[in-house]
């Protein structure tokens, strides 16, 4: 039933690299600059201000495919530490711990990582 999905393969993964890029852009604005809401009070102004940067220009350089194993890689390890730090101690399960976002971004930003940018990407890698 899904094998003629099968041909639209790279379309569909460049497709979820430009979402996953552009929906993760707003972590990265929302620390930065407030917006499209204010951040989490709980994070300390130099990390709220790393984070923010490494989120917005990471989510950019995925949204155009540039260098978007490298960068996958690199988000994919900060979703992990960002779970394990600020979402585990509250409760080891994610809906109850309010990480579930983070989860999925950690595995989408790894299969990326290992599954390159699909089509429509500005650079390859």
């Known amino acids: 039933m ?3 999905l099968q041909r639209f393969k790279p379309e569909l993964l460049g497709l979820m ?7 993760f852009l707003e972590h990265g604005t929302q620390k930065l600059f407030g917006f499209p809401v204010p951040p989490p009070s ?3 102004m130099p990390l709220l201000i790393f984070t923010g940067v490494l989120e917005t220009l990471g989510a950019i350089l995925i949204t155009f495919g540039v260098r978007t ?4 890689f690199v988000l994919s390890g900060e979703m992990a530490v960002g779970y394990w730090w600020m979402h585990v101690r509250n409760s080891f399960y994610p809906i109850a711990n309010g990480g579930e976002v983070m989860v999925l971004y950690c595995f989408v930003f790894l299969y990326l990582a290992a599954a390159g940018g699909g089509r429509w990407t500005f650079a390859r890698g």
């Not at 194993?69 to 996958?72: D, F, K, M």
């Open 69 to 72: 194993r490298i960068v996958a």
């Open 42 to 44: 709980r994070l300390a």
């Open 17 to 23: 690299r430009i979402a996953t890029g552009i929906t």
């Open 2 to 4: 899904l094998d003629p």
